[in-house]
């Protein structure tokens, strides 16, 4: 697969482990196997279209008693769901790659091989150049999301339909007799390369995933479970050029087991891409942890029991009531300390090229007070050290019947700066005295701290965000003023430190970049729980759009 397409999927992924960390409520399922085609099959219950309210899972992810239907997450995972589907059968690719019909080789090796001794001979099976037709046929017939009552692990199920789907490519076979019949059978083949297409009609996928909270792997927190692909159709059928009886017998036993290798494959490449960007998400050996319920405490320190605002609103949903998910506060803390803090201290990576430094709008404003006025212009301003954010807290708290959640995200930025060019124009001081001037200025900031409050609710017309608020405090603040009053260096910074110009500036700025935030972040929101498949730039590009932004962005500059 393209590295685009492979990281923007792998991203997608992992975003919907997070937004689904508010998980499922299955019907009942059943696996069997066939033993003709080595391969996992779902079974279909009614008739040939597919009864939507008779759908079937595998054995793992049966209901169970004491389990909860978490109508936040799930409407928010079937939003993606359906966007990614949509897209595909309206342009026929995702991220850039074509996807109707799917060159499998961006997606699986250039070549397929399979050796297997059976009907007393040793087949030799090799393909390539294969092509699958049908992808834009989908239709999501069921998702399914649940928790247990602690909230520690989380189930989530999608069931994929497909009228039909054909595979055509070239092949070539050999078969060398083998055992105690050797001197009996004569060598069989298909005589040189040849042309092939498997046909399939009213195929049905189920994507299956379990993330919980574990011990094991030298750790104690969030770890993918589970993560499984059943898969079943009505009728198969195989035409392979010249393929003779004897051989015609072995490709249906062979081509049960290259789908069952290929959709192994297939969890293994994810797998490895979760892996690549959050390695400890991925772990073979683990205990999964009980699942006792941390319910809400806010007279316990912590950064939300300073925060007022915060409080009151876990008060009003509930209080004592509501319970931590501790599930979705791992996760997101292990992405963000394993994937993104990776990517904000690579060099020119594109998350730290867009935030950091990150460009601010030119102010004009009029200062005045009993002491001094001007007109006050700034602009060619940058923030910088952005990319030194850490992620200071998360907190996710939950109502009992999964309806609602209330999140609080909290970034510290310990040392930033704010960079620009001033001018001061019909500036006086004591209302006679010419104290103007330009020049670069330079403000540090300390302590700087940014925090998000988002609360989500699933309504009879959807998902509805009640609040969303974006806060910035810091603890201490400095300037300097180059170029201004010239002689009296940093005399000058002094006095209009005293003054306040700097810090109405900074007050200012502060108000444009908490909106430039809080709208960036709603929009990061839209991207991710609306418009996943269009990808993270190309969506946020078309959210500025339809904000009234012209693209490419133009910055007014100093004139």
Known sequence: ???????????????????????????????????????????????????????????????????????????????????????????????????????????????????????????????????????????????????????????????????????????????????????????????????????????????????????????????????????????????????????ATAVDIIGGLVIERERTNLVKLLKEGIASEVKSLICADFLKLNAEAEHVDTNVISPIYYDTFFKGILEKEGGSDLIRDRLAENTVKKIFHESIRRHLDTSLSPLRTALDPLKLFPLEFKFKNDLYSANVEACDAYVHNVKQAVLEDMYLARDTSLNTSILRVQFKVPVTWMSGFYKLRKAYLFTFIPAGGSGDFNVDLRDVKVSLTVVLKNTQQGLVMEHFKVDIGWQTISFKFDGLWKGFGEIADKVMNQLGVGGLIVEKQKRWIMGEIKTYLRGLAVCMMWSPSLGLDLCMRQFWIDLGWDYPWVYPDCD
């Open 1 to 247: 697969m393209r590295e685009t397409g492979k990281e923007s999927f792998v991203v997608w992924v992992m975003v919907a482990i997070v937004a689904s960390l508010n998980v499922m409520g299955l019907q009942a399922a059943k696996i069997t196997n066939n033993a003709s085609a080595f391969a996992e099959f779902i079974e279909f219950d009614g008739d040939s279209d597919h009864d939507s309210d008779n759908m079937l899972y595998s054995e793992h992810f049966k209901t169970s008693s004491g389990r909860l239907r978490d109508s936040v997450g799930e409407e928010m995972v079937k939003t993606a769901w359906l966007d990614y589907i949509t897209r595909l059968n309206r342009e026929k690719k995702l991220y850039g790659l074509e996807i109707e019909p799917l060159q499998l080789s961006h997606v699986l090796d250039d070549e397929l091989y399979i050796s297997q001794t059976m009907l007393g001979y040793q087949v030799e099976l090799w393909m390539w150049n294969l092509t699958l037709h049908g992808l834009s046929g989908l239709s999501l017939q069921k998702l399914s999301l649940e928790r247990n009552a602690g909230l520690t692990d989380i189930f989530t199920s999608a069931l994929l339909d497909v009228d039909q789907l054909s595979l055509t490519g070239m092949y070539r076979m050999q078969g060398t007799s083998a055992g105690a019949l050797s001197w009996v059978l004569s060598d069989i083949s298909s005589e040189g390369d040849r042309p092939l297409s498997i046909n399939l009609t009213n195929v049905r996928v189920a994507a299956e995933l379990e993330v919980a909270l574990v011990t094991g792997c030298g750790q104690e927190g969030a770890v993918v479970t589970e993560l499984k692909f059943p898969f079943s159709y009505r009728e198969i059928d195989f035409k392979f050029e010249n393929i003779g009886t004897v051989l």
